[in-house]
């Protein structure tokens, strides 16, 4: 007698329910990845700085030749005020065997990290030392006239042990450093430290440029026609900071 099998909704839901159940059991589970063979996490590059600006005249300086004999090879060692005097097409002492390693916006620690690849590497016979700008605007930190005359004193004694004559230039006047709006007019710490300069300048037999008196104005500032703005020269001023340069080199290589 055949078999009457009896359906009903309940039924059949049960059963798919019970079936779908059995074939989700024999799905295999995926296996943990061991902490071994997660994926490394890199980190983002770090970018390097160049606090000294060992690398802006790297290439430069390998390809400058030894001087030639009897040249009288000299360097601007500075800041903007340096660097500027050879940007925008501005004459530096055409013909004359004199290399700019002026950089813009640095103190005098920046300044004596780099001396060695960019001063006595370079075998000049003088160095034009102009510095201490940015040491009273704080660019690289609060610094005392005391710490900035000591990082002068010390590029001078490097020159010194290598056979190098030392001019040791003036701050040049300002009564604003228009990037330190917040700073107050700095015009008699300019001229304390100027004071400092050439008291140790004439101590030890350095030479002395003063820039500083020949564009002062009546305020203390840079005068109006030699500048660019507060503190930097404009070409009116480089042609007055150029004879004064050239006296005093040829001052230094007249010592023995």
Not at 69 to 82: K, P, Q, W, Y
């Amino acid at each position: 007698m055949p078999i009457k099998l009896s359906f009903t909704a309940t039924g059949i839901a049960t059963a798919l329910l019970i079936s779908g159940g059995f074939a989700l059991s024999q799905t295999p589970v995926p296996a943990p990845v061991p902490p071994s063979a997660a994926p490394v996490q890199t980190p983002p590059a770090k970018k390097v700085q160049d606090w000294a600006g060992l690398g802006r005249y790297r290439e430069e300086n390998a390809q400058l030749p030894a001087p030639a004999a009897g040249e009288n090879r000299v360097v601007f060692m500075g800041d903007s005020i340096t660097d500027a005097w050879k940007q925008e097409g501005r004459p530096f002492f055409p013909g004359k065997p004199y290399v700019n390693r002026g950089i813009s916006g640095q103190t005098t620690p920046q300044m004596l990290i780099r001396f060695r690849p960019d001063v006595i590497d370079r075998k000049p016979k003088v160095v034009v030392i102009l510095a201490g700008t940015n040491d009273l605007a704080g660019n690289t930190g609060p610094m005392t006239p005391e710490e900035t005359l000591g990082n002068l004193m010390s590029m001078a004694e490097l020159a010194q042990a290598n056979g190098i004559r030392v001019v040791l230039a003036s701050v040049l006047p300002s009564i604003k450093f228009q990037w330190r709006p917040d700073m107050p007019n700095p015009a008699d710490r300019i001229i304390a430290m100027n004071a400092m300069i050439k008291d140790y300048a004439v101590k030890h037999g350095l030479t002395y440029l003063d820039y500083h008196s020949a564009m002062v104005d009546a305020e203390k500032g840079l005068k109006h026609e030699y500048a660019e703005d507060m503190v930097h020269p404009n070409q009116a001023g480089y042609d007055v900071m150029a004879p004064l340069a050239e006296k005093a080199i040829a001052q230094a290589l007249s010592q023995p």
